[in-house]
């Protein structure tokens, strides 16, 4: 089992920036890919971030490349997730996750990102 609990999400204005992190306890974080997905109002849920277990390959939405970074540190089973350049649209409930054998096994709670105009 392994619990991830994000934080970092609140209000910014647009162009603004926001770091959010998420902190995983349980079993070995280092085996885990960790992924960030969102979820606006009355949307599905969509993919935004994806780093491998030792943190040297990252994937991006198109709709987030070159404004946000994912990054880990294993020693203190964190990811993180640096968002610079925030528009409205980017306002949701952003959630991280923990990937084995394709499959991504737990999941956070999510916080809360709201963009103003």
């Known amino acids: 089992q392994v619990q991830l609990d994000e934080s970092g999400g609140g209000l910014v204005q647009a162009e603004g920036s926001l770091r959010l992190s998420c902190a995983a306890s349980g079993r070995t974080f280092s085996n885990y890919g960790m992924g960030w997905f969102r979820q606006a109002p009355g949307k599905e849920r969509e993919f935004v971030a994806f780093?491998?277990?030792?943190?040297?390959?990252?994937t991006y939405a198109d709709s987030v490349k070159g404004r946000f970074t994912i990054s880990r540190d294993n020693a203190k089973n964190t990811v993180y997730l640096q968002m610079n350049s925030l528009k409205p649209e980017d306002t949701a409930v952003y959630y991280c996750?923990?990937?084995?054998?394709?499959?991504?096994?737990?999941w956070g709670q999510g916080t809360q990102v709201t963009v103003s105009s």
């Open positions: 996750a923990a990937r084995m054998w394709g499959r991504y096994e737990y």
């Open positions: 780093i491998s277990q030792s943190g040297g390959s990252t």
